[in-house]
C-alpha cells in the first residue's frame, strides 16, 4: 500500500483546539476568550466529558484523574471533587474557611506549535495562595500559609506553600522522562528533570485580587497559569505520542492533609487510514493480489466475466472520522458502496481501530486467446480530521486467459521429489509415505481428476488429504493433495532403485479436453543389520555356494 498524510497546521499540538480564541496570556488571569472550554482531544474517560466530546470542535479543557501516578485510581472527574485530600481523598485543606486555595478544581492546556510553548491553567475552589481558606492570603496560619515577598510567580504563596507541575513521556506504557516544576515562595524552580529543562524556559503565574466564588463565570478570574518554552526540545510532542501532567498544590505546613493532587492524560492527535483491496477469484474466495506476480492473483478465462472487489477500511490512527469525511474511490470509475453492517454500532463513526467494508463489481475486459491480459485497479481512501487530511491507496489484479485447461503432478517419497534415482534411503520392511499434489495450472476448472500409480492402481478418494474448497472441481490455481503407503522392498539398492510413477488427468470444465501428467519417484534400501543386498549376481553366488558346501557334505558322509 502506498500511504500520504497531509497535516493542517497545529496537527503536533498537544491536547490540541483548532486554536484559541485569543493568544495566552501567563498573568493569573484568566481571561475572556483566553482558554477554549471545549474538551480536548482525547478527554473520554469520564461520562460528562465523553457526552459533551466533540471531535470537530475541541478545546483546552482536560479530564482530572484523582491521585497521582503512583497512587492510580482510574477514577476521572470533568470537574476535581471539593475536599478530596488526604489518602482517602476525602478531607479538606480549608482549616480556616470554606474553600482552599490548594484544592483543585479545574484543569486546561494548549500547545501552540507555532512558538513550540506548552501553556497549563489550574483554576482552585479558594483563592489562589490562600492556602487555610480564611480569604487572606497574607495572613500567617498554622498550615504555613502566609504572603510570602513578591516573586516573579506573584505573591501569596509562602516559602511552605507550593504549586507543582510534574511532566511524563509515556513511552510502552511506562511512564518516562520526569520533570518537576513546582512553584513556592512566589518563583519557580525546577526540582528535578531528566531531560534538561531548566529555568530560563518556564515563566509562572497566579493573583488573588480577582478571585471568584465557583459558579461565578464572571472574568477575569484568579488562577495558576505556567507556560513551558522550546517544549519540543524536552519531550517529544510527534503524533501518536503520549504524554502525562500531575498537578498538586498544598503546603508542608498543613498539619492534616497538605496537599491536592491529580493528574491529567492525553496523546498527540495522529490521525491515520489504511485501505486494503481483494478481487474475489473463480473459486469465490477473496485474494490481496497487491501484484501482478503475486501467486495469488485470481484467473479468469472470458471476457464479460462478473468481477468483484472488496475495499476494507481501517482507521488505525487515534482520531474518529465521520462517515461524510470518509471517501473510498477506485481508479477505473467503478463504485466502492459501504457495507452498513460493518459499522460497528451504526453510529457513522469510523473510530480508531474500527474496520468498514466496501464493495464494488466489474466485468472482465479482455480475454486474449494465447496470451494473458493482466488488469490492475486501485483502492483510494481519503478521510478529513480537524486535524488533517489522510490518504492510503491499495491495488488488486486479476488475470485472464481463454480457457486451456492443464494439470500438473508432483510425486514425493518420504517427503523428497526424488525424480530422478537413488532417492532417499530407506530401511528393510520400513514405511514408506508417497505423497501426490495435483495442481491446476491452466485456465479451465477441470472434472473428473484421477490418480493412478503403476505400482499400486487408481488411488481411491480416501487417499486424499487436502482437497482445495472441498467440492469435485479443481478449480484454476487450485492444489489436491493425495497420500499413499506401503512396505519398503529391500531388494532395490542405491545403482538399482525403486521407481512408481504416477499419473494424473483431469477433462476441462469448459472446453471438455483431457489433459494428463506423470511423475515419477525413487528409493532404495539400507540393507538389514549390515547385510549387503540381494542383487541377481550376488544371488546367484549365493546358490552355488550352498550347492558347493551341500556336495563337500556328501564326500565327508560317503
Known sequence: MKRLMVLFAGLMAILMSISAASAITVDGNKTSGEWDENWAFGQTNNATA?????INNLGDRLEIMQGTLQADTGD???????????????ESMALNGNSSGSDLYKVYGHYNQSTDTLYGMTEVYGIPGDHDGNGDVTTESSAGDSGGDVGPAGFGLSTQESWSIAFYQVKNGDYQDYSLIQISDNDWNIIDTDVGLDYDNVSAKFSYQNFRQI??????????EIKVENFSKFYDVNPGSKLAIQVGAGSNGDPQVGEDSGV????????????????????????????????????????GQTVEWKYEVTNNGTVPFDLANVTVTDDKGVTPVLDETSDDGN??????????????????????EGSVYTYENIGTV????????????????????????????????????ADTGPGPKVSNESTVTWTYEVHNNGSDDLQNVQVTDDKLGTLPETAIVD???????????????????????????EDNPYENTATTNGTGVITGESVEDTDPSHYYCKPPNGVPALTPTSLMGLI???????????????
Open 544 to 558: 552355488g555356494a550352498l550347492g558347493l558346501i551341500g556336495i563337500v557334505g556328501l564326500k565327508r558322509r560317503d
Open 215 to 224: 459558579g461565578d463565570d464572571t472574568l477575569p478570574k484568579s488562577v495558576y
Open 264 to 303: 491529567v492524560f492525553f496523546e498527540i492527535p495522529n490521525p491515520q487510514i489504511d485501505i486494503e483491496k481483494f478481487t474475489k477469484d473463480m473459486g469465490g474466495d477473496w485474494q490481496q493480489a497487491d501484484n501482478s506476480a503475486d501467486p495469488d492473483v485470481p484467473f479468469f478465462n472470458s471476457a
Open 76 to 90: 476521572y472527574n470533568a470537574v476535581d471533587p471539593k475536599n478530596d485530600s488526604g489518602s482517602s481523598y476525602a
Open 467 to 493: 482437497k482445495g474448497d472441498g467440492d469435485d472441481i479443481l478449480n484454476i490455481g487450485e492444489t489436491w493433495v493425495y497420500e499413499m503407503t506401503g512396505t519398503a522392498d529391500c531388494n532395490f539398492t
Open 382 to 417: 481519503n478521510a478529513i480530521s480537524p486535524f488533517g487530511e489522510v490518504n492510503d491507496t491499495d491495488p488488486s489484479h486479476y488475470k485472464c486467459q481463454e480457457p486451456t485447461p492443464g494439470i500438473d503432478i508432483e510425486k514425493y517419497t518420504n517427503g523428497e521429489n
Open 50 to 54: 465523553a457526552s459533551e466530546y466533540d
Open 347 to 368: 453510529d457513522d463513526i469510523l473510530s480508531p481501530g474500527e474496520t468498514w467494508t466496501y464493495t464494488a463489481s466489474g466485468t472482465v475486459e479482455e480475454c486474449p
